[in-house]
């Protein structure tokens, strides 16, 4: 940018580049640096390592499922006396893994661990032992959901419903094990977000300077500390009721199957939103910055999160509208079901309202917004007819219900999540990858997903129930769509993934702001210095892009301010005396 | 209402059966549920195509090159959220509204009609006609409100219809209840149509529902599921429901099913063996199953989980099917449910004489009395012995 287009009396800030020592990821070497790290970046791309493991795992599992199921008679597992176990055991897998070792880490863990404290202005979180404490009971979960696998397996589903789990001769004990320490890892991340946003906000980051991506954190870590103790005295009780017969959910010993039934869904269904609301906040900024145009009502979409965190306690009971509840209980859970829909549709409007009449730049991370707005907005209006009593008689427990959480964890959860890693990529390695490449998968992504799920709600509208191993022959053309479909979303993510690793090798270093964001991430070097931030940063509206310019020169967005001087109490004779006491 | 509002997802369904987006509508709640569903599925779109269409024309009409400034900054406009916000709810009431009056349509059976109980174990349905009738088929009435008194002998299931609309959980120790009325009565193929597939079906014990698409009667049939996950053959836990247009055409097919009649024994056991849940964990063909085979199984010894080891002989198998936790096979799980008071003693016997035809152990003994003789005998001498154990399992006898 040629100084003759600035202002008078405004000067360009901008960081630059991180020198090796100041650069989170070279600042120490070795893997023990690396294992025994207590810097909430290092423990994010830790988290963002095992996550994709898990999403890798559980995603071939998912491909199991779709070709098995492209003939009716099943085409992979054709074992007559084991093929049907076998496939019981694939989808419970991927369910299981993909729920608690991928979703529910994904968003909060992996990106929330790296963007928390940084879009604060923190240097770190409340707590990082308790951080690094909590990466390692998921793995330790995972380790215990490998020894399920390889023990006798999991067949129950990922709910482990009562009394099948009880009764079956899966290792049910090893997997709600496991799923009960990576609840254990879940409530300390929430819990040092929630000290982290309440007590660590430097001077001038008030709660609605926050960017929107903390104000969905902060709900997501709410829901997170206040239901995943339901389910871990759920899951214990389930392994007493295996060990010891204690009578509360096999009806062999007087217990109620329905009471698991409640206890899990009253976690379950909050855990829902655990995974979507951090994916409202990535789209909330996402689409403010792609669009270089304030986000339409901040207050409102920050509201809503709150709101959605709160009402998603109180509708668990649409998950048994089926279960033979009372009456009242089931129009009663009905009516507070559609009371959750509104804080979802006000976010669409907002994000919409938010591109019209910006300046949109179609780079990776808007064209991942983009189709998760279209397929969000289709995940949730088929959730009206679900919440509709009539029409849950009919399409309960059918692929229609599969294809509409499909529609909103896969297309809300997973899209957000890969547009926020696109978005914040070259933050965290300071590298730029193919926008080309980036594009296509996203294309892909948006083709395979429609193709694998829209059939899916045809399939349940015409009564093909779900957890089925074969199916009668009448609905075989639409589950060759959706397993067509499911290989094109495959290919979909392995473009991204390899789109993004060739970036770290090959890939241009990252400016500063390489997309004009405002928040105070995008104020760091990339990658950003171990320290974060030397002083307190100045804390401005999130969304404010007034000071942003262009710098076509060097691809780059750069602040403008006026010239002024920053006086510093003292100098410190060198930077890297911290960095020696640290490691 | 179905044909005033094509399917949004495939518009040929109602020209091309095979695209439709509904199963058949065969009872009072398929037309009712139908609208509601349309109504809501149009209300979505209805929303559906301004938000696509705002969301690609506006990245397309304000898409515009790096550094270029946005046209507007509006940060918010309260009325204008508040009206969206509140609006759409409007809608959202009217479709509880309808759920609720449909739903507690379908839970409040009216009075009288035809009652009819249910057991669902794993993985096969049975339905109870009363008097000691039983048979896996759901044989109702047209035109007639049928209810269901449903329980479940293991883990949770769920009876569904899908040409009926209708849906319930069976929740083991406790009864569910269902209804509904059916509006479509089966057809019955022709004579000549029932005998080529009887004749495809020669030595096939197993009726081939899907391939021919009708029962062994000739009854066309609308599918029935189990809609709750349920194990290994969840997906085999389907049966068929055939609605009969008169009362005389129902009671005699329950007629027919109710005693063996002239069926010899090894076939009625046969019968029993697929129609009442056996099939589902007892192989006839050596394989293990969640229970031991009945290969080669009459007439040797087994071993035991307490150590013993016992004879499988007809007390043996009687016991094991009065009271299977009395002695379990070693190697398998104590999980069979009791049969007590669902088969008679001919049942039994009958189910004894089909598993002496797949064992190598059994030899009958021709030089006394001839094999059907023989078995009498053996029913008579049985009865003695397991005096006790008849008495207790109540009136069947």
């Known amino acids: ?583 | 209402m179905h044909s005033m509002f094509p399917a949004s997802f495939s518009l040929l369904g109602d020209y091309v059966p095979e695209f439709a987006s509904f199963p058949e509508s065969a009872s009072t709640f398929a037309e009712r549920n139908d609208s509601v569903y349309w109504y809501i599925t149009w209300i979505c779109v209805a929303f559906f195509i301004p938000i696509g269409y705002c969301l690609f024309y506006f990245a397309w009409k304000y898409h515009k090159p790096k550094g270029a400034p946005a046209e507007s900054q509006v940060s918010h406009n309260t009325p204008l959220e508040l009206a969206w916000s509140i609006l759409p709810s409007i809608l959202l009431i009217w479709m509880f509204y309808a759920g609720a009056r449909g739903f507690l349509d379908q839970r409040v059976p009216p009075d009288g009609g035809y009652e009819l109980k249910v057991e669902a174990q794993k993985w096969s349905w049975l339905v109870d006609y009363g008097r000691g009738t039983y048979h896996p088929e759901l044989h109702i009435l047209l035109d007639e409100p049928t209810r269901l008194t449903m329980t479940s002998k293991d883990v949770i299931h769920s009876l569904y219809v899908p040409a009926f609309r209708a849906k319930k959980d069976i929740v083991p120790g406790r009864y569910n209840y269902m209804w509904f009325e059916p509006t479509i009565a089966s057809e019955k193929v022709s004579d000549e149509e029932l005998k080529q597939a009887k004749a495809w079906n020669k030595g096939n014990p197993a009726w081939d529902y899907d391939h021919h698409q009708f029962t062994p009667e000739g009854y066309r049939f609308f599918d029935l599921y189990c809609a709750e996950y349920c194990g290994k053959d969840h997906s085999m836990m389907q049966t068929q429901v055939v609605v009969h247009k008169t009362q005389e055409d129902l009671d005699a097919w329950i007629k027919e099913k109710s005693t063996r009649g002239e069926v010899p024994m090894e076939e009625w056991g046969q019968r029993l063996y697929q129609q009442r849940g056996c099939k589902g964990c007892h192989s006839i063909d050596g394989s293990s199953g969640t229970g031991p085979t009945w290969k080669d199984s009459y007439g040797a010894a087994r071993d035991l989980t307490d150590g013993r080891s016992a004879a499988v002989d007809e007390n043996y198998v009687r016991e094991s099917i009065l009271n299977p936790k009395a002695k379990i096979a070693k190697g398998f799980q104590p999980v069979m449910p009791s049969y007590k008071g669902q088969l008679s003693d001919d049942d039994i016997d009958s189910l004894i004489a089909f598993m002496k035809t797949l064992s190598k152990n059994y030899k009958p003994e021709p030089d006394k009395r001839s094999a059907a003789e023989e078995q009498k005998g053996a029913v008579e001498q049985k009865a003695a012995e397991d005096n006790s154990t008849a008495t207790e399992s109540g009136g069947e006898n």
């Open chain 1, 1 to 583: 940018m040629s100084s003759g287009s600035l202002p008078p009396g405004m000067k360009i800030r901008d960081p630059g580049f991180p020198t090796q020592r100041e650069n989170y990821l070279t600042n120490s070497k070795g893997v023990l640096s690396w294992m025994f790290t207590l810097d909430h970046k290092r423990i994010g791309v830790m988290y963002l390592i095992g996550i994709s493991v898990a999403f890798a795992v559980a995603g071939f599992l998912a491909l199991g499922i779709r070709w098995h199921l492209f003939l009716p008679d099943g085409m992979l597992f054709r074992n007559p006396q084991t093929g049907n176990d076998t496939y019981n055991q694939v989808f419970t897998l991927h369910g299981a893994i993909m729920v608690f070792l991928f979703i529910i880490p994904s968003v909060p863990a992996a990106l929330g661990n790296f963007l928390v404290p940084i879009m604060l202005g923190a240097k770190d979180v409340a707590f990082p032992r308790l951080n690094l404490c909590s990466f390692y009971l998921w793995v330790f979960g995972a380790v215990f959901f490998i020894c399920a696998l390889c023990a006798s397996g999991l067949d129950t589903g990922w709910t482990f419903y009562t009394p099948y789990s009880t009764t079956t001769n899966s290792s049910v004990i090893l997997a709600t094990s496991g799923a009960f320490v990576l609840g254990f890892s879940s409530i300390f991340t929430g819990l040092n977000f929630i000290v982290t946003i309440n007590t660590m906000r430097p001077p001038g980051m008030t709660w609605f300077r926050m960017p929107l991506f903390l104000w969905a954190t902060y709900s997501t870590s709410i829901i997170q500390v206040l239901a995943t103790p339901v389910l871990g005295i759920t899951l214990l009780l389930l392994i007493a009721e295996r060990v010891m017969h204690i009578g509360i959910f096999d009806p062999e010993f007087n217990g109620d199957p329905v009471t698991f039934q409640h206890f899990f869904w009253f976690y379950s269904h909050p855990a829902v939103y655990i995974m979507i609301l951090p994916a409202f906040g990535i789209i909330s900024d996402l689409v403010s910055v792609h669009s270089h145009k304030h986000i339409f009502g901040y207050r409102f979409i920050a509201y809503s999160s709150l709101a959605i965190a709160l009402l998603s306690f109180i509708v668990w009971g649409h998950h048994m509208f089926t279960s033979g509840m009372s009456p009242l209980t089931t129009i009663i859970f009905s009516a507070l079901t559609f009371s959750v829909s509104i804080p979802s549709a006000i976010k669409v409007f907002n994000w919409l309202a938010t591109m019209y009449k910006g300046s949109i730049s179609l780079t990776t991370p808007m064209c991942y917004t983009i189709t998760f707005i279209f397929l969000f907005t289709i995940g949730g209006l088929t959730g009206l007819h679900l919440g509709t009593l009539a029409t849950d008689m009919h399409l309960h427990d059918t692929y229609f219900v599969v294809a509409h959480f499909h529609y909103v964890m896969v297309g809300g959860t997973v899209v957000a999540f890969l547009g926020g890693l696109f978005h914040w990529w070259p933050k965290m390695f300071g590298k730029m990858y193919s926008e080309f490449g980036g594009r296509l998968s996203c294309l892909l992504v948006f083709l395979g997903f429609n193709l694998t799920f829209l059939p899916q709600f045809v399939l349940g509208s015409r009564g093909m129930p779900r957890r089925y191993a074969t199916y009668d022959p009448e609905f075989a053309y639409l589950h060759q769509m959706s397993t067509w479909g499911a290989t094109l979303l495959g290919i979909g993510l392995i473009v991204a993934f390899v789109v993004l690793m060739r970036s770290l090798i090959r890939g241009k270093p990252a400016p500063a702001n390489p997309w004009g964001g405002a928040t105070l991430e995008w104020h760091c070097t990339s990658p950003p210095p171990y320290y974060n931030f030397e002083r307190p940063p100045l804390v401005g509206d999130p969304y404010d892009f007034h000071d942003l310019r262009w710098d076509e020169e060097n691809e780059r967005y750069v602040t403008i301010e006026p010239e002024r001087e920053i006086v510093p109490r003292e100098i410190p004779d060198e930077v890297t005396v911290q960095a020696n006491k640290d490691h």
